[in-house]
């Protein structure tokens, strides 16, 4: 541990002069000088990406939707998993302290509420932006119909649908993703070929997530054999899940809100609102028997002239 | 913003999940829940007070982004160009677009890679951890072949009925066939047996015919199995009842084995022994005709005895009957009882005339006559009473009026 940490505070401190050397007619602007301290290494001129990522979920969670945590995990080398956090409205200082405490500089936070509801926090440490995600569709890698297999720390091949490029907010998502999905180039932990591939794509405003191997046929490493491209296969490895975004906020955690979804409904409410309709049932059912009884109380029968002709 | 299509993504998550084998209960219920209310609930026009700071967004991405002299090889990013809307309802659809997508952006980005003279592809002899553990994978290879068994077995079970069906078929077709071939060679000596009847063999014909009773009667012969006058039980075939009397010596003993053999079993079946054949059922040998013919005649004669007393009697209850219940008709008895005492004179007239039968037929009148004497005669009496009453009765009222 003790080494660890040595080694990113010896890199930081490089990292932040260059920064701040770098851009500071941004920062000035905005007046962030010193907060900044993820991204750039350029002492020559040379980018070097050093994303970490904290991912960790709350308290009460599903176990399919742990599984699914688990299976990120096992995705991104460059993350570090927490202890569950307890899901309070205070939670998100709480996790800011906790990324700081990690250094790292994003966050994953997996929020289950009432057993049912996943919801996907994405979130750039300091001061960057965060994202929050209705979570739909989950599959787990563990399930048997997904039969691909790959290497644990590879780097991923990112694939995104041109869509993304459609608006501001989708950009940032995207900016967003490569930079917590994408293994940074020689990571320590990850491993130097490309076996499996990313999509994400926007579909009915939704983002899908799959995660395929690539099978090619080849002889040598840094070439694919003649008609290989074309004998491609993928088989598919999990997991599988489809992002709602509901907000995107300007702070890490909270901060003004900066996009909101205007076709989001919760998922309570839609709850709430069966619910009620169920209720509605039989109100209405109680409503139209007094209903009918006013009704052939105000309109009695005739007496029927023949209704005593067979009694004698 | 993406305003244009609808949002329906959960009823199609629902179906999507629905397929999934490995699902649970309670998730599918959950999903199915979140669709049924979607329909309704998702909103349809986007709200108006939702937020939308472009410049902000725009400004975070400023802030974020990497510096423009990051190179491809630090992203690994591919934009895939989606050729058509996608239905996000068509699982399979959807899924096809990602792998196309996929697909598309592999082939570049290993083209990329290519040119950049990277190593970029796993080598046969690189061994190291996987994501998914061994364990896992066996797993995965076992519900595969479990799955490729369950297809092999649903085609051969497939086959197999097929082929029954032909098979019957065939069956069905070679029967007919055989048919054919029989009544085509009934045909033929037919057809031969007219011509030699023109052509005029006269000498030969009775061979000819002979022969072709031989060869033609065959196919119409009965099968040894069941022989007339034989019940189905008799293992002998009937031969038991003809060798009833034995013969001397060695053949006696044989005989009589096989009697017995007949009668009380020597494999074969014993279930039937018992019953009758409409043969069997014909056959009145075991009755002896001299028992029966007699004992016929004599209920039939006692018969006739029995009904030549009943008769007579009969008849006077019958009169007395009817003479209880009208005077008027008691009349026209008394009228009757005239007539008849006529017709004995006039038979008595006749007489002389009269054959043997008649002389026979008067007998037996006259036989009948002596019972029926008193038997008038107490009706005389008793009609002159009741007349007489009646006289005196009508007078009475007379004498009234």
């Known amino acids: 541990m003790g080494k660890k940490r040595k080694h990113t505070e010896i890199i930081e401190p490089t990292k932040k002069d260059d920064s701040v050397t770098e851009e500071r007619p941004k920062r000035t602007l905005l007046g962030w000088k010193d907060k900044i301290e993820m991204k750039e290494t350029e002492a020559p001129g040379v980018f070097r990406n050093k994303e970490k990522v904290l991912v960790t979920c709350s308290r009460r969670i599903n176990f399919r939707y742990r599984h699914l945590m688990l299976n990120v995990v096992s995705l991104l080398p460059h993350c570090k998993k927490d202890n569950k956090v307890e899901a309070k409205s205070s939670k998100g200082a709480t996790l800011n302290e906790l990324v700081e405490l990690k250094s790292c500089s994003s966050c994953l936070f997996f929020e289950c509420r009432k057993h049912k509801d996943l919801y996907l926090w994405m979130a750039k440490s300091p001061n960057g932006p965060s994202v929050k995600f209705l979570v739909n569709a989950v599959h787990t890698m563990e399930e048997l119909k997904l039969t691909g297999n790959h290497l644990k720390a590879s780097r991923p091949l990112l694939t995104f649908s041109s869509n993304f490029g459609k608006d501001a907010h989708w950009k940032l998502i995207k900016e967003m993703i490569i930079q917590i999905f994408g293994t940074p180039k020689e990571h320590r932990k990850s491993k130097p070929y490309h076996d499996h591939v990313f999509v994400f794509s926007i579909v009915d405003d939704h983002i899908w997530f799959r995660n395929y191997q690539i099978t090619v046929p080849h002889n040598e490493s840094d070439k694919v054999a003649r008609g290989g491209l074309d004998k491609m296969t993928l088989v598919e490895v999990g997991p599988r899940f489809c992002l709602n975004p509901i907000k995107i906020f300007g702070g890490s955690f909270g901060g003004p809100t900066l996009y909101e979804n205007p076709f989001y409904v919760s998922p309570n409410q839609i709850r709430a609102l069966e619910k009620k309709n169920k209720a509605g049932k039989y109100a209405k059912k109680v409503k139209a028997k007094t209903r009918r009884k006013m009704h052939e109380l105000s309109n009695p029968l005739e007496p029927d002239e023949f209704a005593d002709m067979w009694k004698e | ?401």
């Open chain 2, 1 to 401: 913003m993406g305003l244009a299509h609808k949002e329906s993504t959960f009823s199609d998550e629902d179906g999507f999940e629905d397929e999934d084998v490995s699902e649970l209960n309670e998730e599918v219920s959950e999903s199915e829940s979140d669709s049924e209310g979607e329909e309704d609930v998702k909103l349809a026009e986007p709200s108006k007070q939702a937020v939308y700071n472009r410049d902000g967004l725009e400004e975070k991405l400023q802030d974020i982004s990497w510096p423009e002299n990051a190179g491809w090889i630090h992203k690994l990013t591919i934009d895939i160009d989606q050729e058509q809307e996608v239905d996000v309802n068509d699982d399979l659809k959807r899924e096809a677009s990602f792998y196309t997508q996929a697909l598309e952006g592999t082939r570049r980005a290993f083209e990329k890679l290519q040119s950049m003279g990277l190593p970029f592809l796993r080598p046969a002899d690189y061994y190291a951890e996987m994501v998914k553990s061994d364990a896992h994978m066996e797993k995965v290879k076992r519900r595969l072949l479990s799955e490729q068994k369950e297809i092999e077995e649903a085609a051969e079970r497939k086959k197999a009925r097929e082929a029954k069906k032909l098979a019957k078929e065939i069956q069905v077709q070679k029967t007919k066939e055989r048919a054919k071939q029989k009544k085509e060679e009934i045909e033929s000596v037919k057809k031969w047996r007219k011509q030699r009847q023109q052509s005029g063999f006269a000498g030969e014909v009775d061979k000819g015919e002979l022969d072709l009773a031989f060869e033609g009667g065959k196919s119409f012969e009965r099968s040894n199995k069941k022989r007339p006058g034989v019940s189905p039980g008799d293992r002998s075939g009937g031969k038991a009842r003809k060798s009833g009397g034995g013969d001397g010596g060695k053949g006696k003993k044989k005989k009589n084995r096989d009697f017995r053999n007949s009668k009380f079993g020597f494999g074969g079946k014993k279930s039937m022994k018992k019953q009758n054949t409409s043969d069997t059922t014909d056959d009145l040998r075991g009755f002896s005709k001299s028992d029966g013919a007699g004992n016929k005649r004599r209920k039939s004669s006692s018969f006739d005895q029995e009904s030549e007393e009943h008769a007579p009697v009969l008849s006077i209850n019958s009169y007395a009957y009817s003479n209880k219940q009208e005077t008027i008709s008691i009349h026209s008895f008394d009228g009757n009882k005239k007539s008849m005492a006529a017709r004995e004179l006039s038979n008595d007239l006749q007489e002389e005339h009269a054959d043997d039968q008649e002389e026979e037929r008067n007998f037996e009148n006259s036989e009948s006559k002596d019972d029926d004497d008193e038997l008038r005669r107490r009706f005389e009496e008793f009609i002159e009473k009741v007349n007489r009453g009646w006289k005196e009765e009508k007078l009475r009222t007379y004498g009234l009026v």
